[in-house]
């Protein structure tokens, strides 16, 4: 991030073959490679590109999962002396089932995997033949490439004080998008790795869809889908580079394009590190909601900031819930929630 408050952001279409993972790796890097010569921070590449998205049943097969945790090895060996952060997916084993996974990692350190949450298995799509769900694996420990690393759904990752989260494809298309959570919780930039092929009208509705998610969370979003290289048996694959900031399309790459993509952005922190609380504190609320509520109504930052393990935190969930469990239907006002952590803790935080 420069001193003017702008980090730099990638998204990158590889070429890929069919369960090449030498080619799939080799391209991945250089392309880590040019975006760190571009300045970026942080590059964003598509769903389960080491080993293409189209391998079918092959995902399955004990050697591709092997191969691709070897790919891995050479993508962190080869860029380890390069100051960005790369977020690739991937297949991975953790205990007796396969994941659809991202990985974040800089400088030869992985610093989180994140399964998918959702799984696709209508039309043209059977991932559940192949793939379980993240969704009850909050925060777990995995060993990769020799590594012991965080792997679970529920984690924001911080590069400069800026965070962000990571959802993957079908994530984004449901009602309860992990990125809205991830955005209550703190995050200003969502990263999606996509293989969403093409169909006659689709194409718009996403670019509204990626749009829309952003001004809702008053994030930058950053999507990067499957491209040139996927198998066109059944499906094809445009390449879809889209990054976004509060609703308002920065940078795009060419569709079905033959060459490999390389998009990159500045996006304004300060701006939204600096939005203003967008959440409602409701009967849903949970202690990282209300957390951030408080963080961001009263303008706090840096070690100034609270937890969900506040005291206060704690107090004010409490409040909540009983409002509720006594029949309470209604939000609970930016009014009413000053005057009850004045109550709580007075004098702790200057009225907004």
Known sequence: MNRFGFLKVAAAVPHVLIADWD??????????????????SIILFPELCITSYTCGDLIQ??????????????????????????????????????YNCAVVFAQGRIHGVVPKTYIPNYSEFYEARCFMSGEEIGLATIRMC???TDFGRNMLFNIGGVKFGVEICEDMWVPAAPSLHQAVDGAQILFNLSASPEVLGKHNYLLTLVKSQSARTQSAYIYCSAGYGESSTDLVFGGNGLIVESGRMLRRTERFSTEEQLIVA?????????????????????????????????????????DKHDPLVLALKGWVDAEYEDGRQTVISTKELNAKIAELAPGRFAQV
Request: net charge negative; hydrophobic share 40%; no cysteine.
């Open 23 to 40: 080619y799939n790796a080799q391209h991945i890097t250089e392309l880590i490679r040019k975006g760190a010569d571009r300045g970026a």
């Open 61 to 98: 097969q004990p050697a591709l999962l092997h191969a691709a945790e070897q790919a891995l090895g050479y993508i962190l060996a080869q860029t380890r002396e390069l100051p960005i952060v790369a977020i690739v997916g991937m297949p991975v084993t953790y205990g007796n089932a396969l």
């Open 146 to 148: 020799g590594q012991d």
């Open 266 to 306: 500045d996006i304004d922190t300060e701006k939204l590190l600096n939005r203003p609380a967008s959440v409602q504190v409701a009967k849903t609320s949970g202690l990282a909601g209300i957390a951030y509520w408080i963080n961001q109504n009263y303008r706090l930052t840096g070690d100034a900031q609270i």
